[in-house]
Nanobody, 123 residues
Framework: QVQLVESGGGLVQAGDSLRLSCAAS????????MAWFRQAPEKEREFVAA???????MYADSVKGRFTISRDNARNTVYLQMNSLKPEDTAVYYC?????????????????WGQGTQVTVSS
């Protein structure tokens, strides 16, 4: 079983930056793809970014050029650096992972999810 715990969310002003972290624990982490999704109030969960074990990344168009996903395999941790934050980035951000899958924007491709961390961006 894999457990994921997100941290780093908070309340910021438009244009500010935040770095989210997701720490993984459990019986295995090697070879897993990691991803970030987000869910705004009254909206469905949407893809943000994903990264493979070897560092291949993909991003939603809405965050390209502003967000960067990275991972530290030795620490079993994935990060989301968020710059130039906008009010429309306000959401609960969720970390997700699965084994033996490439980076994917499809929610159903991920079997393990964290509890989420709130990011609020004021105008």
């Amino acid at each position: 079983q894999v457990q994921l715990v997100e941290s780093g969310g908070g309340l910021v002003q438009a244009g500010d930056s935040l770095r989210l972290s997701c720490a993984a624990s459990g019986r295995t982490f090697s070879g897993y793809v990691m991803a970030w999704f987000r869910q705004a109030p009254e909206k469905e969960r949407e893809f943000v970014a994903a990264i493979s074990w070897f560092g291949i990344t993909m991003y939603a168009d809405s965050v390209k050029g502003r967000f960067t996903i990275s991972r530290d395999n030795a620490r079993n941790t994935v990060y989301l650096q968020m710059n130039s934050l906008k009010p429309e980035d306000t959401a609960v951000y969720y970390c997700a992972t699965n084994r033996k899958v490439p980076p994917s924007a499809i929610q159903d491709d991920y079997d393990y999810w964290g509890q989420g961390t709130q990011v609020t961006v004021s105008s």
